[in-house]
């Protein structure tokens, strides 16, 4: 049970940032070239499923180095039990960290993240044509929900990644 659970905890969360890349992806594809980029439900199902892949793959050393480790025992005699990673050598399970887990389920989708709405951006807040005094203001009203509603997903992003983290991070 340790292992399956540290296992299938680590492929959810890799799963799910993973996710809010090729969200974030598809829509500065989708915003920044619209007439061009145009996902099949064939290209969906591929983008699917190498998420999944991508996270099964990153994640499986976890499934190989979780072990239950007896730590003593309670008031009434019985075993009291941790699970935790043990790998052969020290410098394995920091590389593995800082490689597979703060590198590719971290920082690399926060940069590819902002990268795309920092696009969005741009392209959202250059001048469109008609964009003038006819309006109103319309669009440059919805401009501005458009660049606040990213930032505020940008913020909830960044204190998802930072409270994985953190959860994540060995003693």
Known sequence: MCKAVAYLQGVSVCASVTTLVAIS?????AICYPMTW???????????????????TLTLPWMVYFRLIQIGKTTRNDNLYVCREIWPTESMGVIYFIVANL???????????????????LKVWRKLPGEGIHNNGLVHRSKIK???????????LHGFLAATLCHFHKD
């Open 103 to 121: 590198m590719l389920c971290y920082l690399l989708p926060l940069f590819i993240i902002l990268l795309c709405y920092g696009f969005i951006w």
């Open 25 to 29: 992806v598809d829509r500065f594809l």
């Open 38 to 56: 145009q996902i099949t439900s064939r290209g969906c199902r591929f983008i699917i499923g190498a998420i999944w892949t991508f996270s099964i």
């Open 146 to 156: 458009v660049i606040k509603d990213a930032v505020r997903r940008g913020d909830g």
